[in-house]
């Protein structure tokens, strides 16, 4: 747990860092492949979002705590890559809030041109691959704990055949007829699905609760 930890803290400093030398004008490079720019984003990924700044700025630090809430409680007993993708995603969106609350945007220095795409298009820093590279970590994490415990357990547990698990995925797509196939086109979609469902359920209640933020701030 202790390296997950510390890979992931190695890796928001150095995020740090190179936001603040971007800032500062002391990280410029043109080449290719890859630029070293500055760019404040004032929404989500790609600029999604900016035309509602008060949503950009604090709905991401309500799906940071109930994620927090969830993944944080024992860390310790998780597979390594989970634990590290925990970290990763957790620190990644720690440094992008910080930078929201304290500027209203966040600093993105790392270019990837591309002649068929805009060139604000492609523009990401350090904790934006902490969070991509976290949530994959994670999404194997889940389906390989689900392959070889989760689902031994229900079969142990609930005295269930295997095939009787395997036939529950089956009746959503024919095509899943084995552990394999139920734990990647089953487990792994729901997982990544749970987390769209919970960033727009947020957005709606922000949505509801709006005005009457903006009443109390207003006074």
């Not at 720019?37 to 008060?54: D, Y």
């Not at 487990?187 to 749970?194: E, G, H, S």
């Amino acid at each position: 747990m202790y390296i997950a930890i510390g890979i992931a803290a190695a890796l928001f400093t150095a995020d740090r860092v190179l936001k603040y030398l971007s800032r500062t004008g002391k990280l410029r490079y043109e080449g290719r492949l890859l630029r070293l720019t500055h760019l404040e984003n004032h929404g989500f990924f790609m600029s999604f979002g900016q035309q509602h700044p008060q949503l950009v700025r604090w709905m991401p630090w309500v799906v940071w705590l109930l994620a927090a809430a969830c993944l944080l409680p024992q860390l310790s007993r998780r597979p390594f890559a989970a634990q590290l993708g925990i970290s990763l995603v957790l620190s990644g969106g720690v440094s992008n809030q910080y930078d929201r609350l304290r500027r209203g945007s966040v600093t993105d220095y790392l270019q990837f041109p591309h002649r068929r795409i805009k060139k604000r298009a492609l523009v990401w820093n350090l904790a934006d691959f902490m969070l991509l590279v976290g949530t994959v970590l994670m999404t194997i994490a889940g389906v390989l704990v689900n392959y070889f415990i989760l689902i031994p357990a229900y079969q142990t547990l609930m005295n269930l055949p295997l095939e009787v698990i395997v036939g529950m995925g089956t009746k959503v797509w024919s095509y899943i007829d084995n552990t394999v196939k139920l734990v990647v086109f089953i487990t792994a979609p729901f997982n990544i699905l749970k987390g769209a469902v919970l960033s727009v359920v947020t957005y709606l209640l922000y949505k509801r609760v709006s005005p009457l933020l903006h009443q109390k701030s207003a006074r």
